[in-house]
């Protein structure tokens, strides 16, 4: 017996573009990070803007919680990273981190570092408990780097999708990549592990309009998600009674596929323009769109067929 799923639309918020979503790991918040360069916390439970910073105007392409620190971190167009309190609002730092567009921050789980990405096409770990010194440069692609991510089971290990049409896999270690994947057309906007059945997996998203499903462990490609008529921007997996993933383009949908068969098993068409992040709400089973005209959430359900 398979499961089916369904979102349904719970809430809309027009806004302006949103280009990144973190969750709070304990509070309701959402961290929504604009095209217009402010950043605001969004209360999922009541529905309200509880804070908002007015950064310089420059665009927002990535914004996350460093939650045991009470901060938000912002990286920005005019590659500055800026960090601050999110209780009092100060301004705790900022400093001048790239030569162009930062388009990816990600926390390490458990040190004080902070990994960001740039249109420089370099990868910088800063450390934050060491005066914000900038420990490494790691350096390979040939392109815009347009997302990081950890390996949930060694977080010394990273990887990155770049414009260049290639993955790349880095050890903190090492200036230099591990290896490095090309299996798309076209350039990569996304990246992310993923875990189903015990096994390690990395899901890539792609300005050829697919998205691509990878064992970890032998690097090869397990399956292509066709069905985009535009550039894939985002996804999120997804576990209910079944996992999910779900993936959203600039075709101004999202759509969500089964992870037993690979199946498309629905399409839910945005209402606030393309899709650019999406966010998952655990305990509310909700899902959060980022879009060019503001927010959408949507619950998501799934039946045994």
Same mark, same amino acid.
């Given at each position: 017996?398979?499961?089916?799923?369904?979102?349904?639309?719970?809430?809309?918020?027009?806004?302006?573009?949103?280009?990144?979503?973190?969750? #709070? *790991?304990?509070?309701?918040?959402?961290?929504?990070?604009?095209?217009?360069?402010?950043?605001?916390?969004?209360?999922?439970?009541s529905r309200v803007t509880e804070k908002t910073f007015e950064i310089a105007n420059s665009r927002v392409r990535s914004a996350k919680f460093?939650?045991?620190?009470?901060?938000?971190?912002? @990286?920005?167009?005019? @590659?500055?990273?800026?960090?601050?309190?999110?209780?009092?609002?100060?301004?705790?730092?900022?400093?001048?981190?790239?030569?162009?567009?930062?388009?990816?921050?990600?926390?390490? *789980?458990?040190?004080?570092?902070?990994?960001?990405?740039?249109?420089?096409?370099?990868?910088?770990?800063?450390?934050?408990?060491?005066?914000? %010194?900038?420990?490494?440069?790691?350096?390979? #692609?040939?392109?815009?780097?347009?997302?990081?991510?950890?390996? *949930?089971?060694?977080?010394?290990?990273?990887?990155?999708?770049?414009?260049?049409?290639?993955?790349?896999?880095?050890?903190?270690?090492?200036?230099?990549?591990?290896s490095s994947v090309n299996g798309h057309t076209e350039g990569l906007n996304a990246v992310e592990f993923f875990e189903n059945d015990g096994?390690?997996?990395?899901?890539? @998203?792609?300005?050829? #309009?697919?998205?691509?499903?990878?064992?970890? %462990?032998?690097?090869?490609?397990?399956?292509?998600? %066709?069905? #985009?008529?535009?550039?894939?921007?985002?996804?999120?997996?997804?576990?209910?009674?079944?996992?999910?993933?779900?993936? @959203?383009?600039?075709?101004?949908?999202?759509?969500?596929?089964?992870?037993?068969?690979?199946?498309?098993?629905?399409?839910?068409?945005?209402?606030?323009?393309?899709?650019?992040?999406?966010?998952?709400?655990?305990d509310s089973n909700e899902v959060i769109l980022g879009c060019d005209e503001g927010i959408l959430a949507g619950r998501i359900s799934s039946?045994?067929?």
């Amino acid at each position: 017996m398979s499961s089916t799923i369904e979102i349904k639309k719970t809430f809309e918020w027009r806004y302006e573009r949103v280009k990144s979503i973190d969750l #709070h *790991p304990t509070e309701p918040w959402v961290l929504l990070g604009t095209h217009s360069g402010n950043v605001c916390i969004w209360n999922h439970r009541s529905r309200v803007t509880e804070k908002t910073f007015e950064i310089a105007n420059s665009r927002v392409r990535s914004a996350k919680f460093i939650a045991r620190k009470e901060w938000i971190v912002i @990286g920005a167009d005019d @590659g500055f990273i800026r960090v601050y309190n999110y209780n009092t609002m100060e301004n705790v730092i900022e400093f001048k981190a790239h030569s162009d567009f930062i388009r990816s921050l990600i926390v390490h *789980p458990s040190q004080s570092y902070l990994l960001s990405a740039s249109d420089d096409k370099d990868i910088k770990l800063w450390d934050w408990e060491n005066g914000w %010194e900038c420990k490494k440069t790691f350096q390979g #692609h040939e392109h815009y780097i347009m997302q990081l991510a950890f390996n *949930p089971r060694d977080a010394n290990m990273f990887a990155s999708a770049s414009l260049d049409c290639t993955i790349k896999f880095w050890d903190l270690e090492s200036s230099d990549p591990r290896s490095s994947v090309n299996g798309h057309t076209e350039g990569l906007n996304a990246v992310e592990f993923f875990e189903n059945d015990g096994k390690l997996y990395i899901l890539t @998203g792609s300005d050829d #309009h697919t998205a691509k499903v990878w064992d970890y %462990e032998s690097m090869t490609c397990v399956t292509t998600l %066709e069905g #985009h008529t535009h550039n894939v921007t985002s996804f999120q997996c997804v576990n209910l009674d079944t996992s999910f993933i779900i993936t @959203g383009s600039e075709d101004q949908t999202v759509r969500a596929w089964n992870t037993q068969t690979y199946k498309l098993d629905q399409i839910y068409n945005s209402e606030l323009g393309r899709v650019w992040t999406i966010g998952f709400i655990k305990d509310s089973n909700e899902v959060i769109l980022g879009c060019d005209e503001g927010i959408l959430a949507g619950r998501i359900s799934s039946t045994d067929c």
